[in-house]
T-cell receptor, first 111, second 114 residues
Framework: GQQLNQSPQSMFIQEGEDVSMNCTSS?????WLWYKQDPGEGPVLLIA?????ELTSNGRLTAQFGITRKDSFLNISASIPSDVGIYFC???????????FGKGTLLTVNP | SAVISQKPSRDICQRGTSLTIQCQVD?????MFWYRQQPGQSLTLIAT?????????ESGFVIDKFPISRPNLTFSTLTVSNMSPEDSSIYLC???????????FGQGTRLTVV
């Protein structure tokens, strides 16, 4: 089955620093999605990417859909304490409408 | 995006019992999905639930263990049957979004089996 490799597994950064995380796959996806999950909550959609090469921003977040359709990255600029959480990438858009999730990146921001 | 409400938000259950989780959406949706998130892990799709048909289960998940109902376009239930401690997880309801290329999640049900 399809698998996503998400890295890094965890990050410890200082407030104000920029963060980058990425996902790669051996399979092509038509959609890349990035989610954030806070403790005790369900994942919340941050950014959705629909076209190869697409670069999309949402406030301090920027994500790109890789040109090969097999990868995506998420950048967070000027991190703040509320950025703490687990970030998941997900690939989808196939005929079965299912999503494949990465294993997540745990982000800790030290004030 | 749809507003998705799950009940209960958490529960502690005895092994051998069953728990039914409810998922209510504020708008009609064609597909609803049920995921399991084991402690410290990613999300694994259990099944896809469409109204008027049996749910489609992913490899490793069976109807006897995780029966699903989908009586209408805004509601679904997932039952975790004959629970064991290995079933302790967060169970998440999800619905499709724009162009069926996005997914939105409820807040999850945190299940602990003792």
């Amino acid at each position: 089955g399809q698998q996503l490799n998400q890295s890094p597994q965890s990050m410890f950064i200082q407030e104000g620093e920029d963060v980058s995380m990425n996902c790669t796959s051996s399979s092509i996806f038509n959609t890349w999605l990035w989610y954030k999950q806070d403790p005790g909550e369900g994942p919340v959609l941050l950014i959705a990417l629909y076209k190869a090469g697409e670069l999309t921003s949402n406030g301090r977040l920027t994500a790109q859909f890789g040109i090969t359709r097999k990868d995506s990255f998420l950048n967070i600029s000027a991190s703040i304490p509320s950025d703490v959480g687990i970030y998941f990438c997900a690939g989808g858009g196939g005929s079965n409408y299912k999503l494949t999730f990465g294993k997540g990146t745990l982000l800790t921001v030290n004030p | 995006s749809a507003v998705i409400s799950q009940k209960p938000s958490r529960d502690i259950c005895q092994r051998g019992t069953s728990l039914t989780i409810q998922c209510q959406v504020d708008s009609q949706v064609t597909m609803m999905f049920w995921y399991r998130q084991q402690p410290g892990q990613s999300l694994t799709l259990i099944a896809t639930a469409n109204q008027g048909s049996e749910a489609t289960y992913e490899s490793g998940f069976v109807i006897d263990k995780f029966p699903i109902s989908r009586p209408n376009l805004t509601f679904s239930t997932l039952t975790v049957s004959n629970m064991s401690p290995e079933d302790s997880s967060i169970y998440l309801c999800s619905v499709e979004g724009q162009g069926w290329t996005e997914a939105f999640f409820g807040q999850g049900t945190r299940l602990t089996v003792v």
